[in-house]
């Protein structure tokens, strides 16, 4: 990882930083070795804790780390971080802490994620927007369920297109096979544009299927036998932020198609 090149970029509050700081490298939280340790879990790049003297501080460590990666990646390391089980040498932080802390990330939202929203209360889609505020909330205590309604909200968001360009189209069919109908009859990329469009749609189509698998393996929506694995957060946030990638690619079209059609009336 290249951490000088990481620190110019965009970073979270300063003040967010900060209670960060004290809470996982100041009068609690980890020591240097566990920092390393913590943070290659995120960058398999992150060589062992050099032993000897001449390391930073515990908070510049943590500090360089961390501002190493892009801003909602540091965004959702954080997070983990407060769910985080593992050894703490100097102790975990308080849960009031963690709370504090958890609330003031929540206010550094991804793009697509509040995107999501704004375009859903334009169109009045109800169900998009119940399931884009359950899967908002639930991402910070219900992992499991945040990644059902992550699935959810995908599944609306079709049914919705669906509805109002193919009505015909089965509605119990597969959520793939649903968003892939979807961007057929949202129709073609703009000229001049069409390869690369048509590679980030293909990676639209693999988050779709991957929400969809993950819904399966880790989501709430079925009972689970034993030896099965729980959801960890960042599992969590990539199913919530990527689903909301995929769903505003689709709301954008529509909701620009629909201006073009509402104009010819």
């Not at 930073?56 to 965004?75: M, T």
């Not at 629909?258 to 009336?265: K, L, Q, T, Y």
């Amino acid at each position: 990882m290249d951490v000088a090149r990481g620190e110019r970029k965009a970073r979270l509050p300063l003040a967010v930083i900060e209670l960060a700081l004290e809470m996982f490298a100041g009068s609690t939280g980890f020591s240097g070795p566990e920092i390393h340790r913590f943070f290659a879990e995120y960058d398999a790049s992150i060589p062992d804790y050099a032993w000897g003297g001449g390391s930073p501080s515990r908070k510049e460590l943590f500090r360089r780390f961390l501002q190493g990666f892009p801003v909602e990646r540091q965004r959702q390391i954080l997070v983990d971080a407060c769910h985080y089980e593992g050894p703490m040498k100097y102790g975990r932080p308080s849960p009031k802490e963690r709370r504090r802390l958890l609330t003031m990330l929540e206010g550094v939202h991804a793009p697509a994620l509040q995107d999501v929203r704004t375009i859903a209360e334009r169109l009045d889609w109800r169900w998009v927007l119940r399931e884009w505020e359950r899967a908002r909330e639930q991402v910070r205590r219900d992992l499991a369920g945040a990644i059902t309604a992550a699935r959810s909200m995908l599944e609306s968001v079709c049914k919705h297109v669906l509805g109002a360009l193919d009505p015909t189209f089965d509605e119990k069919s597969h959520l793939p096979s649903m968003y892939r109908r979807v961007l057929e009859v949202l129709g073609k990329a703009p000229t001049g544009a069409e390869k690369a469009v048509r590679q980030i749609v293909s990676g639209c189509m693999s988050i779709v299927q991957g929400t969809a698998e993950l819904r399966n393996e880790l989501g709430d929506a079925h009972g689970r036998g034993p030896g099965k694995p729980d959801a960890m957060p960042r599992l969590a946030y990539l199913a919530v932020n990527a689903a909301s990638t995929a769903a505003l690619y689709v709301l954008q079209t529509f909701e620009a198609q629909h201006r073009v059609r509402a104009s010819r009336i």
